[in-house]
């Protein structure tokens, strides 16, 4: 999500999205856009992260820090596609066009059929669709580049993102102390994505991927 903090804010707001994103909605009609991260997206990031509650950023890194060490925020921008598959959402109805929620999926080299998942947005955007938009377009991607499954590592404590990730199909597979590892088959969670119709936002998101696939 590109930091355009020193042009015209007319033209941050026009350009912050780009041809390739998704344009759609969340629940209350806020107009938002989805698109990949990139390594110039640095400080939208960082005040992304800076938004969030101490509560939701510990229950994200594990740390309530203002913000993660620098080597965490380098690893999150490290995307290219296969080995890091990286989405972010942008709030297109502020004109300064802040960082919403991010979704990651990394795993280890190419031919590894299941990566790690992580996603985090922004309190003030909580209960509004984001968190199932941003997954979607995850597994979406993530289906595409020829993965199975996800693997996420949650807090013992955090029974939302538990609620969230077993709405999609995950399953517990280990316990480490405080921490469960799920893991969430990806055709599994997408037929329940397809089915549900809150926020209408996942329709335009699911027609997004359809396009792509069918070369339209």
């Avoid at 404590?157 to 969230?164: G, K, Q, S």
Wanted: aromatic letters at 6%.
């Amino acid at each position: 999500m590109q930091d355009d903090r020193n042009t015209d804010p007319g033209l941050r707001w026009q350009g912050a999205c780009g041809d390739a994103s998704i344009n759609t909605q969340l629940e209350d009609g806020r107009n938002i856009c989805i698109r990949t991260v990139a390594a110039h997206d640095e400080e939208r990031l960082r005040e992304g992260i800076a938004r969030m509650s101490p509560r939701s950023r510990y229950l994200r890194f594990f740390s309530g820090a203002a913000s993660p060490p620098d080597w965490v925020i380098e690893r999150l921008l490290d995307v290219d596609g296969v080995l890091h598959l990286a989405w972010g959402a942008i709030d297109t109805s502020d004109p300064a066009q802040p960082a919403m929620g991010v979704v990651h999926a990394m795993r280890p080299d190419p031919g590894e059929r299941v990566a790690e998942f992580s996603i985090g947005v922004v309190d003030e955007y909580h209960g509004l669709g984001l968190g199932r938009m941003l997954a979607a377009t995850l597994l979406l991607d993530a289906r595409d580049d020829d993965l199975d499954a996800l693997s996420a590592h949650v807090l013992y404590e955090n029974t939302a993102a538990m609620r969230f990730i077993k709405r999609l199909g995950a399953e517990k597979v280990d316990r480490d102390g405080g921490t469960l590892e799920f893991r969430l088959d990806i055709a599994e969670a997408l037929a329940r994505l397809r089915e549900e119709s809150e926020p209408p936002g996942l329709a335009d998101i699911f027609a997004h991927f359809d396009a792509l696939e069918g070369g339209g």
